[in-house]
């Protein structure tokens, strides 16, 4: 999923649901960069059982300024 991130328009997000009880994929997905937006045991049209889901977003950072120092380049991300 996240192998053409990078083609992605600049603030453009990835979105994935997921069971609350599946730790090792919502861990997956903040080892990946993803945050947590939402929770709700309904999620369009998606009941999960036993509990609730987790919507999760990746956006690709937007480049609002880029400073050059010498050889350092600091870059600053909205998001």
């Not at 192998?3 to 990946?32: C, Q, W, Y």
């Not at 049209?45 to 977003?57: D, M, N, S």
């Amino acid at each position: 999923m996240l192998r053409d991130a990078s083609k992605r328009a600049p603030g453009e997000s990835i979105f994935s649901v997921i069971n609350a009880r599946s730790l090792a994929s919502i861990n997956l997905h903040l080892e990946l960069g993803f945050v947590e937006a939402w929770r709700s045991a309904r999620y369009a049209g998606i009941e999960f059982t036993g509990g609730e889901g987790v919507l999760l977003r990746h956006a690709r950072p937007r480049v609002s300024e880029v400073d050059m120092c010498g050889d350092a380049v600091e870059f600053r991300f909205n998001v």
